[in-house]
C-alpha cells in the first residue's frame, strides 16, 4: 500500500513510526521473495529512486531543526537494515539455486575403458582342475597350511632321518609343527576322518625354502587327488590322469608314465605330457624331446594305509601330486614361474 508523502508529517515522532512501519514492512517482503526477481521488486518498491524510503527522507527538510537530526538517524538506520536483509535474502537465494553447470563434451576425445578385473592364472587354472576332477568323481577337501610333523612326514612313510626329506626344505614353526611343504597331509586327515572307498582332490598353497629361479618359487600351489577302494589298479590311475589332461590342455595332449620313487607310493612314476608349446615335435622349451615332466603318481604305499588304520590286504589306491602353477605355465605359455607372482598387469591382462 503505497504511502502517503512524508511532506505532510508535521511531527518527529509521527515521522519515526511510519520510518518503523515501512522497514517492517520491507522485512516481511524480503523474507516472503521466493525468486531473485521477487527480491529485486522489493529493492526497487522501497529503495530505488521513487521508492517509499525515498518519499520517507524528503519530508525530513520540512521538521523543525532540533528534530531533524533524531528523524535522519532513524530514517538511516532503516534503510541500512533494509539493505543488510536484501543482501542476506539474495546469498541464500543464490545458495540454494544450484549452479548451472556448463556441459563440454568433445566427441573427438578417445574414451576411458574401464578396467575389468579377472582371475590370476593360478586361480583359473585351479578352478578348472577342480571342475574336472569334480566330474570324474573327486570330492574337494581343504586342509591347514600349518601342518603337524606326523601328517607331513611320518605318516607319509617319511620317517625321521629319511633320505627323502632332504627333498622337502620347509619351514619349521617349533619342533613338530611346519609350514606344509605338499598337499599330501590333506589325504592323511582325510583317510584318518573317513572309511573307503574315497576319492578326493585337494589343491592349497604350499612352502619350501626353494630359491626363487624360473622354475622354482618358495610359495607355490598344488593339487593333490587320492582314490581309495577295493581292486583299484595302475590302469585306473592312467585313465584318470589322461583323462584329466587331455580335458585341461586339449584333447591332443599324451601322457607317459616313467619309472620313479616317492615314499609314499609304490610302484611311483614320474608323469610327463606332450609339450604345449611345441605339441610334441621339440624346441627349446623341452630340450628337443617334445615331452615335459608334470606330475608325480604311484600306487598307494601299504605303509601309508597302515598309518592311518586301512587294511592294505583289503583296499588299494592312487595318488597323484601336480602342480598348479606349473599347469598355468604350460597352459598359459608362460616360461617363468615368478611372472605369476609379479603382479604385472601387462602379462595378467593377456591371459
Known amino acids: 500500500m503505497p504511502l502517503p508523502c512524508a511532506a505532510g508529517f508535521t511531527s518527529r515522532a509521527a515521522m519515526i513510526e511510519e520510518i518503523k512501519q515501512a522497514k517492517a514492512r520491507a522485512l516481511r517482503a524480503i523474507q516472503q521473495a521466493a525468486t531473485a526477481d521477487d527480491l529485486e521488486k522489493v529493492r526497487i518498491q522501497y529503495l530505488g529512486r521513487k521508492g517509499i524510503f525515498k518519499d520517507l527522507l524528503a519530508g525530513i527538510p520540512q521538521l523543525p531543526a532540533d528534530q531533524k537530526p533524531a528523524v535522519g538517524k532513524e530514517a538511516n538506520l532503516a534503510r541500512k537494515a533494509v539493505e543488510e536483509n536484501l543482501n542476506a535474502r539474495k546469498n541464500q537465494l543464490g545458495a540454494a539455486k544450484p549452479k548451472a553447470v556448463k556441459e563440454t563434451f568433445d566427441i573427438t576425445i578417445p574414451g576411458t575403458r574401464p578396467q575389468y578385473g579377472r582371475l590370476h592364472p593360478i586361480t583359473r587354472a585351479a578352478y578348472e582342475l577342480i571342475d574336472i576332477f569334480a566330474r570324474l568323481g573327486f570330492?574337494?577337501?581343504y586342509g591347514p597350511e600349518m601342518e603337524l610333523e606326523r601328517n607331513n612326514f611320518d605318516?607319509?612313510?617319511?620317517?625321521?632321518e629319511h633320505p627323502a626329506r632332504d627333498d622337502f626344505d620347509t619351514f619349521f614353526i617349533q619342533d613338530d609343527i611346519l609350514l606344509r611343504s605338499h598337499t599330501s597331509p590333506v589325504q592323511?586327515?582325510?583317510?584318518?576322518?573317513?572309511?573307503?572307498?574315497?576319492?578326493?582332490v585337494a589343491p592349497g598353497k604350499v612352502f619350501r625354502r626353494d630359491t626363487p629361479d624360473a622354475s622354482h618359487y618358495p610359495v607355490f600351489h598344488q593339487i593333490e587327488a587320492l582314490a581309495v577302494d577295493e581292486n583299484i589298479t595302475l590302469a585306473?590311475?592312467?585313465a584318470t590322469l589322461d583323462t584329466a589332461m587331455k580335458a585341461f590342455f586339449g584333447p591332443d595332449t599324451q601322457t607317459r608314465m616313467r619309472p620313479s620313487f616317492f615314499p609314499f607310493t609304490e610302484p611311483s612314476a614320474e608323469v610327463d605330457i606332450s609339450c604345449t608349446?611345441?605339441?610334441?615335435?621339440?624346441c627349446k622349451t623341452c630340450g628337443g624331446k617334445g615331452w615335459t615332466e608334470l606330475l608325480g603318481a604311484g600306487m598307494v604305499d601299504p605303509n601309508v594305509f597302515k598309518a592311518v588304520g586301512?587294511?592294505?590286504e583289503k583296499y588299494t589306491g592312487f595318488a597323484f601330486g601336480l602342480g598348479i602353477d606349473r599347469a598355468a605355465m604350460y597352459r598359459f605359455g608362460i616360461t617363468d614361474i615368478r611372472l605369476l607372482f609379479d603382479n604385472d598387469l601387462r602379462l595378467l591382462g593377456q591371459l
Open 139 to 141: 570330492e574337494v577337501v
Open 155 to 160: 605318516a607319509l612313510n617319511i620317517p625321521q
Open 188 to 200: 592323511i586327515r582325510t583317510m584318518q576322518q573317513r572309511k573307503p572307498p574315497l576319492r578326493i
Open 236 to 238: 585306473d590311475l592312467k
Open 277 to 282: 608349446f611345441c605339441g610334441g615335435k621339440g
Open 310 to 312: 586301512y587294511d592294505p
